[in-house]
């Protein structure tokens, strides 16, 4: 719906809910329009940006509520209106998009509304209809939050489970993880070094019916060969020297539960011998002892191994290997996951912050760029160990690609005069504000110019002075 047709009656209680939490994000090249917008939003966090990367960057650092684009500049810079539109609805494709149309070019109107914006407005700028158009906008992504927080449905994570994910790649995961929680088959999680298999291997077994009893993991690669078994299977009294009293193993001791065997690849083919008989028959045997004892419990097993490659070198048993992967779930790289990178990043952000009670603020847009370029060789846990380094020995408020240790990774190392002066700026820019509390003429004149030129400045670095005020 645009300004054309009759706006539905606005709730004047809506309007005064709108504040400086909401944040409107303006990319327009048009020195006019940006200058008449200015005035419009006083109680609102308004970022103007005359280029479209440098939105996308802010925005996918911290998400916008509307974001009001210019079609021309979209149609120009962004090789199309689907494109530009593209690259915020896949930050959050909750963000309302308002496509600012030029006299006379209706039909890019519907072009934007069939890419998913969520309204247009038509130049030139009446400065009573174009607020309501971006309240409304603002109204109804609050109501839709509303809405959601009540269904409880967190469309990023499963209920509980710790996984955030909203990529398609996850968001399968996820769904194979609720449906496979509920039964009790063994199951095989397949993945690269830091991706995620615990966690997973933790959700099965919270969500499942056995959650009220004990989950025992074993990492089959960190324990030597020798002490595996008595690990595993527990032994009698005097089974071997030092044996001085009966120990169950983690089979016995999670009953009811779930045993996590970690990195199996790695188990010695002898134990898989003994694994086989657990899994066929559901009994253990401790070493040294003669019984048989039924033990009542679900296998997950995980490795970053590549397990047919392993059985076909006959390092792995074939009919183990069946038997294990009843059901089996790759959980993919993170490199895989489009969309992910920025999600887990502003979360690490958000805990590490609050666990070290830093002053930092975000991402700056050069750290974004060298996020989603990266290949991330360790991924999740590498994503979370850089980022808390980086708010650990963050001067300012905002982590850049050098503070990640990924300053190599923006469109390779950027040796010119130009990205050091910006980046001098930012840092004389960051400093000043924190000295400031954000108050903007103390700042300015700490810096030595003008408040206009200050404004343009925080504009180009995307930086907000009320980052800095305290209290
Ligand atoms: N999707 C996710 N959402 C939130 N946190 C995650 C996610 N995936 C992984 N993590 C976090 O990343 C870290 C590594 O995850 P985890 O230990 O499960 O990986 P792994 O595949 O078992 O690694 P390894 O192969 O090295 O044992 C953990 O701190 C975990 O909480
Ligand atoms: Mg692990």
Known sequence: MS????????????????DRSKRVIVVSDDDGFRATVR?????????????LAPAVDIAAALVPDVVLLDVDLALGDAGGIQA?????????????????????????????????????????????????????????????????????????????????????????????????????????????SGSGKELVARALHRQSLRSAQPFCAI???????????????????????????QSLGRFELAAGGTVFLDEIGEMPL????????VVQERVIERVGGRVGIPIDI??????????PALVAAQAFREDLFYRLSQMTIRIPPLRERDGDVTLLARFFLRESVRRHSSRVCGFAPDAMEAMHRYHWPGNVRELQNRVETAVIMADGAWIGALELGLEGTVG?????????????????????????????SRASALLGVSRPTLYDLLSKHAMRATDFVVG
Do not use: W
């Open 39 to 51: 005035g419009l939003f006083p109680e609102l966090d308004v970022q103007f940006f005359r280029r």
């Open 84 to 192: 530009a539109i593209g690259h915020f609805l896949r930050l959050s494709p909750s963000i309302k998009v308002i496509a600012v149309v030029a006299e006379g070019q209706r039909e890019h109107a519907s072009s934007a509304l069939q890419s998913g914006a969520s309204d247009f407005y038509h130049l030139p700028v009446e400065p009573v209809v174009l607020p309501m158009l971006v309240r409304r906008a603002l109204r109804v992504r609050e109501l839709e939050q509303e809405n959601q927080a009540l269904r409880g449905a967190q469309p990023i994570e499963t209920s509980g489970s710790g996984i955030l994910g909203r990529s398609a790649a996850m968001q399968s995961v996820l769904r194979i993880v609720e449906k496979v929680s509920g039964t009790d088959a063994t199951v095989v999680l397949l993945g690269e």
């Open 3 to 18: 300004q054309n047709s009759v706006p539905p009656p606005v709730n004047p209680e809506s309007l005064l809910q709108a």
């Open 270 to 277: 002898v134990l898989q011998a003994k694994l086989l008989r």
């Open 412 to 440: 390779g190392a950027d040796f010119s005069l130009r990205h050091a002066r910006s980046a001098a700026e930012r840092k004389a820019l960051d400093r000043a504000l924190a000295v400031a509390s954000g108050n903007l």
């Open 298 to 307: 679900r296998i997950v097993c995980a490795t970053h191994r590549d397990l």
């Open 219 to 245: 990492n089959c690669a960190a324990i030597p060969e020798a002490l595996l078994e008595s690990e595993l299977f527990g032994h009698e009294r005097g089974a071997f020297t030092g044996a001085v009293r």
